[in-house]
């Protein structure tokens, strides 16, 4: 079958409306992630396997993201794998309707749904934990964890476990999964200062930072100026001047389009732009075993599927970027090490974080080895 590019938009808008017009929702987000929307058939087939496995799951969950299905191309948040996984894995006893694309809210709003049981899982920022959690805190500490084999090492090792997960649970929540994005960048807007290779190149730079106090005191000590601004108010900030750099991965940047705004990123490697899966404790201890244990087990493949893209996804964010006119910048050893000398976790200006969110200096001290120590998953850095 021959379609104009017309032709084609027309099928799919079709196709689409078809799907959601009769609550097949899922079904449309599906056929669209696989690129099916334009045939009929594949359209017709794909919602009839939606609604036969709706139909015979025992157990429905609602999984809500911030992220459109097409994003894991550069952002690897694995929504439609997980979706796939929980499903196959409980043997069709789950049912997963996806609510993507920021539908039922993005971060902190995300993780409340979970505590409060309105939806069953959802992903969000490990810093949305924080307010539930306050060691989870722990991962914005520069240079504790900001490169992703050492963030991977913290987050699967006996010690998170041990000290962070009863936590999170006392506060309504279990942890599915952690998502591995990249590390956190230092990026400049067009029009702004040079590159950005030496803590001293950031000297009166207006940075926009989060809400989160540990970042603004980290871009202090390496030199900038921290200017907080809501992630929703980000690109016009940027654009008009009131920010001039920024630090989201180089997905982040990418999927939420600033790609035209930049001039030059560099890969400090400081803090993950890290992610997880949560669900709502309650309604998982309410299910029976096996299904408890099929979930699981599908977020530990989810989790495999995503460290192995995570290389992958950069490459991707990095070449529409550089098509823009982008410039990237790795740093040396001797570069990295004049950052962690700056503003790094060993600086006594840490101390006080370290005991208010481990508990102790022993009990950061047992973390710390916990990120430094390989465990059983390998991630790629940038």
Known sequence: MDFDKKELASAERRNFLKLTGAGAFTAAMVAGAAGMLWSDEAVAQTAK????????????MTLATAYVLGASRSYPIMQLDLKEN?????????????APG??????????QAVQGGTIQCAQHSLSNFAPFASSVDLINMPYFCGSNQRFTNLVNSDAWKNDVHPKIESSGFKALFYV??????????KGGEGAVITPGDLSGVKFRVPGSKMLQQYY?????????????????????????????????LFVFGFKDILSHVTFTQAVPDSQVYSMNLEWFNGLPADVQEGIEFAGELTAHQNL????????????????AGVEFHSLSEDQLGEWKEAGGFQRSEWDQYKVDLAGSMDAFSQLEE?????????????
């Open 370 to 382: 916990a990120a430094g120590t390989q465990g059983k998953y390998y991630v790629h850095d940038a």
């Open 220 to 252: 202090r000590m390496v030199g900038a100026n921290p200017t907080p601004v809501a992630w929703g108010e980000t690109p016009s900030a940027i654009k008009q001047g009131v920010a001039d750099a920024l630090d989201p991965a180089v997905g982040a």
């Open 86 to 98: 929980i499903q196959n894995a409980t043997n069709g006893k789950v049912y997963v309707k996806l």
């Open 180 to 189: 591995v994005i990249d590390p956190r960048v230092v990026a400049v807007r």
């Open 308 to 323: 192995a893209k995570v290389p992958s996804a950069r490459s991707y964010a990095m070449a529409e970027l550089a098509k």
């Open 102 to 111: 920021g539908q039922l809210g993005a971060g902190g709003a995300l993780a």
């Open 49 to 60: 396997e939606e609604r036969e496995r709706e139909q015979a799951a025992e157990h429905q």
